[in-house]
């Protein structure tokens, strides 16, 4: 079994920042791709970065120039810089990754969630 562990939401005013992490464990023989969705209030499920193994990048157009993603591959950990946050960021942040547990075997994981509320 794998686990997603996120961290780093909160409450922030507009223009502020913030940082989100998850860190993976359990029954990993590696990571392809780790990544940041959010869900708003009443909304679906929306990619906001995502980066490979190789460090090869993907940034929702909300996201860009605004938001970066980066990870830690020695640690199995994922980072989600986010600068010059907006209300509309508002939403929980999800924690995903793609996950080899074996030489053939690859599944997808899901964090619990943490919650960024930007206020106006």
């Known amino acids: 079994q794998v686990q997603l562990v996120e961290s780093g939401g909160g409450l922030v005013q507009a223009g502020g920042s913030l940082r989100l992490s998850c860190a993976a464990s359990g029954s990993i023989f590696s990571i392809n791709t780790m990544g940041w969705y959010r869900q708003a209030s009443g909304k679906q499920r929306e990619l906001v970065a995502a980066?490979?193994?190789?460090?090869?990048?993907n940034y929702s157009d909300s996201a860009k120039g605004r938001f970066t993603i980066s990870r830690d591959n020695a640690q199995n950990t994922a980072y989600l810089q986010m600068n010059s946050l907006k209300p509309e960021d508002t939403a929980v942040y999800f924690c995903?990754?793609?996950?080899?547990?074996?030489?053939?075997?690859?599944?997808?994981?899901w964090g619990q969630g943490t919650q960024v509320t930007v206020s106006s």
């Open positions: 995903y990754a793609r996950v080899l547990v074996s030489v053939i075997f690859e599944n997808d994981y």
């Open positions: 980066i490979t193994s190789g460090g090869r990048i």
